[in-house]
């Protein structure tokens, strides 16, 4: 349902929360000529995260200044009401927290009807069962590998259970959604991430941190392409 022809089996996608936000558009590109096929836009609302980050006018100017797709992932409460605004804005794919949906169903719906690609996500302490029901109606699942809120966190180890999981269902039930992982991703865990069967790589402080981000996203890549080679 979601794969499309030609689409990678690995994808890095930078989270632009360490980015420089003086220097965006700057930092974005260089993330791109080191091979990130995605751009990963972190919205937070102090209210279901403990931090405040942007909103759609960031995601309208990052759509200007780039051509790759823009994965939104909403830490938000009520995101009923902004996903219209970041679809308008540019948004190519926008995920959801389970935990802040209670109609969780409609909300994945809304999402499909404003044309993005649909995504759900699960905190370090949801299990992967709290999906069954909509698991054949998302085109990714993104499991936390840190609580959110914040960026430069360490991997949760266990995560990688849920990832397993979520791999060992799709196959079962013939589905078709990826695996994004978010959280702690570096050299030392992405391997781990990748084998366990996360596709869609989502890192921030590994690759806006410290160095050159275009030789950051090159290395990290790598590590993880390597690391598919030696899949279970
Ligand atoms: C955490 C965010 C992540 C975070 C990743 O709430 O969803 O996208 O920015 O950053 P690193 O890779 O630094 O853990
Ligand atoms: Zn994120």
């Known amino acids: 349902m979601s794969r499309e022809r030609g689409q990678p089996a690995l994808e890095l ?5 360490s980015a420089d936000f003086a220097r ?4 974005a590109q260089a993330a791109v000529e080191g091979g990130a096929t995605l751009l990963h836009v972190d919205v937070m609302d102090g209210h279901f995260v ?7 006018p960031v995601v309208a100017s990052l759509r200007k200044a780039t051509k790759v797709p823009l994965d939104c992932h909403l830490m938000i409460e009520d995101p009923d009401q902004y996903i219209p605004a970041f679809a308008q804005a540019g948004a190519d794919w926008i995920s959801v927290h389970q935990e802040a949906c209670i109609h969780l169903h409609r909300t994945l719906e809304l999402i499909r009807s404003h044309g993005a690609k649909v995504g759900v996500v699960l905190n370090p302490a949801t299990p992967v069962d709290t999906l069954s029901e909509v698991l054949g109606m ?27 999981q979520l791999a060992a269902q799709r196959q079962a039930k013939r589905l078709d959604f990826r695996i994004e992982v978010d959280g702690g991703i570096a050299l030392d865990t992405v391997a781990d ?6 596709e869609v790589l989502v890192a921030g402080n590994a690759i806006f941190g410290k160095g050159d981000a275009k030789a950051n996203a090159q290395k990290l890549l790598k590590a993880a392409c390597d690391a598919t080679l030696r899949r279970a």
């Open 138 to 164: 998302v085109d990714y699942v993104l499991v936390m590998s840190v609580n959110p809120g914040f960026g430069g966190q360490k991997f949760i180890p266990a995560t990688l259970e849920k990832m397993r």
């Open 193 to 198: 991430a990748v084998r366990a069967g996360a």
């Open 13 to 17: 996608a930078p989270s632009i929360l």
């Open 50 to 56: 403990p931090n405040i980050t942007i909103g759609p």
């Open 24 to 27: 965006l558009g700057e930092h």
